[in-house]
């Protein structure tokens, strides 16, 4: 979640330096992060159901901000 706070001060960043690659590293970083978040902690294999709908919670910031990429591209 830290990593999804920084995605605003990234834009400004890559806007103010003219340099697209900030905003993609930063992308990049980010999907390590998820990806590595979801092996360890799987949504649907679990024997919780509210963890499940917890852990689901969660990811909508991800797929939010990831959509919302769409927008500016």
Do not use: W
């Amino acid at each position: 979640m830290k990593s999804l706070a920084l995605y605003p001060e990234t834009v400004v960043t890559a806007a103010r330096e003219l340099n697209p690659s900030v905003l993609t590293t930063y992308l990049f970083d980010l999907c390590k992060a998820y990806s590595r978040y979801y092996q360890d902690h799987p949504v649907l294999r679990n024997e919780s159901q509210d963890l499940v709908v917890t852990r689901i919670a969660g990811y909508f910031p991800f797929f939010r901000l990831s959509y919302g990429l769409y927008d500016i591209m």
